[in-house]
């Protein structure tokens, strides 16, 4: 093979390059790199929280931060200044449940029932922050248009507002005719004027509740409260005396009522009654029947009772023993002593003197004639028993047959006294719930004029000498803390939605390749040309590192030839195609610098080199290698252009002279280094990675999108290339959030030769 002609296949040689001999271990090594990488992030926990992470994202956001920061400080500073002072005015009062009793009717005045209920001071609230109540305040204080719109403030933001849309002559004409006219509406300003300055603040465990009002007058802000309390104060007796009221107009309509129906069973009483001639006398309503045979029946047992003890004396008389109290009654007992006198006397002189002795014959005709007066008296006594005996069975047996004849009166008097006791009842429940109601009326009546106050003010209120609002300290503060909440949220936002490659983390972990260098962002004033010329600058000792770690990234060494793509343009694949190739030179390697890039080369200029001939030539049989490759100041760095640009360049690519191209360069030079055009988009970066030995894919910090670097990367895959790692270019640590002299631009800082070492003395 000459060192002028390139091997050519036939001119329609349009078949794809063949696989290199290295695939196996491109392979292996892609494989080995995605194994290390997953491996170490296997090792991160899912649920840690990385707090550095949160840090950086703040420190790269920090001027977001800030000026949300001043910017709502500046709002709340703004609208402090500008806002009206408002002064708050505050009266206490206490509410109580049940005030002093003077008269005590149950169910009349409303919360009189005792106990303590939860609901009470929720209510007492909600009816000083009535409507009703603020449409009495604002009738008290007199609160015309003008007082209105003298108390009312649009604030801030609506004066700013007026001003860029001021009222016109027609508008104010018929809002003053309005005015004039609708009162309703007057007074519902007025009231919503009360209400929406009005607030409640009750007192933790006490009865107290504080009565606030605002407005920007201290002196109607006092008024206000105050009136605000006296309403309240006033409309709870009003519906006080109005439930008395209404109680007593209730109970007297009723009184009517049951006064109409009560006379309406009476007569219907007295009709029946006469009707059916049935008189009632007695507390039970008993008919005269019933009572005389009630009567009768007490007095036949009586003398059934009266008749049981004459025959019991009647028997005892029969059988010859006297009653005892009989026997008392009569001279019985008197003759019976007599005659017992005598005959002891008989019995006596019966041993001196025989019978027929005169003198016992006297004595005997005495015990005779003493006997025959005991026996009248004891047949007197017999004959009375028994004719008391007869009495008393005689006025039983009347008392009977008079009873048998009441029974049947009774009876139908009885049958005929239901509908008369239906309606005596009725008659009763009437008078009983006319009595009660007129009770109730009198009692009503004498309440009505008694007015029991539950609510007592405390502390009336005070013209204010200080504004309540707006604080300035307050507000701020309130600025400061939602101004950072802001700025921090809408850092985060910007970092989440974000979804560029930032870091080398992102890299790694997105990309799942190795990060073989990070480039440094240039300053504003520095330009590239020299920076790359300066050896002692950051930016050269980056692309130093890179081309140490490529010493690394293979078994020997740099690759023979070495791709340098990107997944989109403007990434930085020129500037570190030759920013390698010069470094390499550097090591006193020979390296031949080829512009791959056939549809916006710009090596060109860089090196400020014509582009006459160049690769478009060499691969379409125009030019030989020779006359293809350039001279450049460094005599160990050689270029080939892109040359002109040529219709069909993945054509060109794809044919064996590119083969041909890199067998010659490897052999003629130590290195070979391909500025390829990006991925995506284009058959042309994936063609070239196919016949190289090593692809360095570079990603632009903050610009290169995640799923765009993913995409090249797949393609770059599917070509079956052997990609060493990804190179981060434009890296700024301290926006990344790596802060001042940290991460990897403070390393780069550090190492730079820009400040020259001293000897110390002594």
Same mark, same amino acid.
């Given at each position: ?222 008024? $206000? +409260?105050? =009136?605000? %309390? ?8 009003? @519906?006080?005396?109005? #439930? *008395? &009221?209404? /109680? ?49 029946? $007490? +007095?036949? =047992?009586? %003398? ?8 019991? @004396?009647?028997?005892? #008389? *029969? &059988?010859? /023993? ?52 005991? =026996? ?14 007869? #009495? ?371």
């Amino acid at each position: 093979m000459t060192d002028e002609n390139l091997p050519a296949g036939p001119a329609n040689d349009n078949r794809g390059l063949p696989a290199r001999a290295e695939a196996g271990r491109l392979d292996l090594h892609r494989g080995g790199t995605a194994l290390v990488l997953e491996a170490q992030e296997e090792r991160r926990d899912d649920d840690e929280i990385d707090l550095l992470a949160y840090w950086r994202i703040l420190v790269k956001r920090r001027r977001l931060i800030a000026s949300v920061l001043a910017g709502v400080v500046a709002l709340a500073l703004l609208a402090t200044l500008t806002a009206t002072p408002i002064y708050r005015a505050t009266t206490v009062l206490q509410l109580d449940k049940d005030g002093i009793q003077v008269m005590q009717v149950e169910g009349i005045q409303p919360g009189d029932d005792r106990g303590f209920d939860p609901s009470f001071l929720q209510t007492q609230y909600e009816l000083i922050k009535s409507r009703s109540l603020a449409e009495r305040v604002a009738n008290e204080l007199g609160l015309d248009q003008a007082a209105l719109d003298r108390l009312s403030d649009p604030g801030w933001l609506g004066r700013m507002l007026a001003l860029l849309k001021p009222k016109g002559k027609q508008d104010e004409r018929n809002q003053a005719s309005a005015s004039g006219t609708d009162v309703a509406t007057e007074l519902r300003d007025a009231a919503k004027l009360v209400g929406d300055n009005l607030s409640i603040e009750p007192v933790r465990n006490s009865r107290l509740v504080k009565i606030n009002y605002d407005s920007p007058s201290p002196q109607f802000s006092a008024r $206000a +409260a105050n =009136a605000i %309390a006296e309403g309240y104060i006033a409309s709870g007796l009003e @519906r006080r005396f109005g #439930a *008395s &009221s209404y /109680a007593k107009t209730y109970l007297e309509d009723q009184l009517k009522l049951t006064k109409a129906k009560l006379e309406d069973s009476e007569r219907k009483l007295v009709q029946f009654a006469q009707r059916e001639n049935l008189i009632n006398t007695g507390e039970n309503g008993q008919s005269l029947a019933v009572q005389n045979l009630t009567q009768l029946n $007490a +007095a036949l =047992a009586a %003398a059934q009772d009266q008749r049981i003890r004459a025959q019991a @004396r009647w028997h005892q #008389a *029969s &059988s010859g /023993a006297m009653p005892a109290d009989m026997i008392g009654n009569s001279n019985i007992r008197v003759l019976q002593q007599e005659k017992g006198q005598l005959q002891s006397q008989y019995q006596l002189k019966l041993q001196t003197f025989k019978p027929d002795y005169p003198e016992m014959l006297q004595l005997k005709s005495q015990i005779d004639e003493l006997n025959r007066q005991i =026996a009248r008296e004891t047949g007197g006594v017999r004959a009375s028993v028994k004719a008391e005996y007869d #009495a008393a069975a005689a006025q039983e047996q009347m008392l009977t047959q008079q009873i048998a004849t009441l029974r049947t009166q009774a009876l139908d008097v009885d049958g005929r006294s239901i509908q008369y006791n239906i309606l005596k009842r009725e008659v009763d429940t009437n008078r009983q719930l006319y009595d009660g109601l007129l009770q109730r009326f009198k009692e009503v009546g004498v309440a009505g004029d008694v007015r029991a106050n539950n609510i007592s003010i405390i502390d009336r209120a005070e013209v204010p000498r200080w504004r309540f609002k707006p604080n300035l300290t307050l507000n701020l503060a309130i600025g400061l803390l939602l101004g950072a909440m802001l700025g921090v949220l809408a850092a985060f936002l910007l970092e989440f939605l974000d979804d560029t490659i930032k870091t080398p983390d992102d890299v790694e972990h997105k990309l799942k390749l190795p990060v073989l260098g990070i480039i440094p962002k240039l300053g504003p004033k520095e330009n590239l040309g020299e920076v790359a010329l300066d050896t002692q600058s950051s930016f050269s000792e980056a692309y130093r590192s890179v081309r140490t770690a490529l010493q690394f990234a293979t078994d020997h060494g740099v690759p023979k030839s070495l791709l340098v793509t990107s997944s989109g343009p403007g990434e930085g694949k020129s500037t570190t195609a030759l920013a390698l190739a010069r470094n390499l030179t550097q090591l006193g390697k020979r390296v031949l610098l080829v512009d791959a890039d056939l549809r916006k080369p710009s090596l060109h200029k860089t090196l400020g080199l014509k582009a006459e001939s160049g690769l478009s030539h060499l691969l379409a049989g125009g030019c030989t290698f020779g006359a293809a490759v350039q001279r450049t100041e460094d005599e160990r760095l050689h270029v080939i252009l892109a040359g002109p640009l040529p219709p069909n360049p993945a054509e060109l690519l794809s044919g064996s002279k590119l083969v041909s191209l890199l067998t010659v360069g490897t052999e003629r030079y130590d290195h070979v280094i391909i500025d390829g055009p990006p991925v995506l988009g284009l058959a042309d970066a994936p063609i070239l990675a196919n016949a190289i030995d090593g692809t360095l894919l570079v990603v632009n910090s903050a610009k290169t999108k995640i799923g765009a670097a993913q995409a090249a990367l797949k393609r770059l895959y599917a070509a079956r290339a052997r990609i060493l790692g990804g190179l981060l270019t434009k890296y700024d640590a301290r926006a990344a959030g790596y802060g001042y002299g940290y991460g990897y631009g403070g390393a780069y800082s550090y190492y730079s030769y820009g400040d020259k070492p001293r000897l110390a003395k002594g």
